[in-house]
């Protein structure tokens, strides 16, 4: 009990700090590498310099049970965090939809994540955001929303649509606050696969 509350708690505050975000318009892009734009994240570096790895367990939307270990199997994963009341969300991801299944799934694979729907979350919130995902076209997975996956990933996160950019040792190594077209998420892709 005292562990579903903790979550509901958990839930509630990050949907109070994304709704925040989302304007309903497009937000301009922007670098976490770049000066002006820096967003912190929780990685911490390690003795060699380099930056812990993420970690969480989570539930797909179709009920899958996935872990971090999802990112060693693409050299670049694309985490797309999204939510349901956000149009600037729901407007790319038709484009996120193709970009899923253009590129070898060793090389690039993407991620979203239904950050206003939590694992525990009725049948109608479910279903919701499954026919957003279906009327879209973002074939790919999305988890959830747990304790898990809000401490390694949205602990930073402001603003929806947030994008990710992961190795395949689960290091974050861009994050881009915004929606952008489908070939500015292509050129992104394409220069980290080069």
Same mark, same amino acid.
């Given at each position: ?24 318009? +497009? ?7 770049? +000066? $002006? ?29 996935? $872990? ?8 670049? /994963? ?12 729901? $407007?790319?991801?038709?484009? !996120?939809? +193709? ?6 799934? @060793? ?28 009327? /879209?076209?973002? @074939? ?6 747990? +304790? ?5 990933? !949205?602990?930073?996160? $402001?603003?929806?649509? /947030? ?32």
């Amino acid at each position: 009990m005292r562990t579903h509350c903790k979550t509901r708690l958990l839930s509630c505050i990050l949907f109070a700090v994304l709704l925040s975000g989302c304007t309903g318009k +497009e937000q301009t892009p922007q670098n976490r590498d770049s +000066e $002006s734009n820096t967003q912190p994240t929780d990685q911490t570096e390690t003795d060699d310099g380099s930056l812990d790895a993420v970690s969480f367990e989570a539930r797909t939307l179709d009920g899958t049970s996935v $872990s971090a270990d999802l990112f060693s199997q693409s050299r670049i /994963t694309m985490v797309n965090v999204w939510a349901t009341y956000c149009g600037p969300c729901l $407007s790319e991801m038709p484009g !996120l939809g +193709e970009l899923a299944g253009a590129y070898d799934p @060793d090389d690039f694979q993407l991620i979203g994540i239904v950050s206003d729907v939590t694992e525990d979350a009725g049948e109608n919130a479910l279903q919701y955001a499954s026919d957003l995902v279906s009327e /879209t076209g973002a @074939d790919y997975p999305h988890l959830l929303l747990n +304790e898990s996956v809000s401490l390694a990933l !949205l602990t930073d996160v $402001s603003a929806v649509p /947030t994008t990710f950019f992961i190795n395949q040792d689960g290091q974050i190594l861009d994050t881009v606050i915004g929606a952008m077209d489908k070939s500015a998420w292509e050129e992104k892709i394409d220069a980290f696969l080069e």
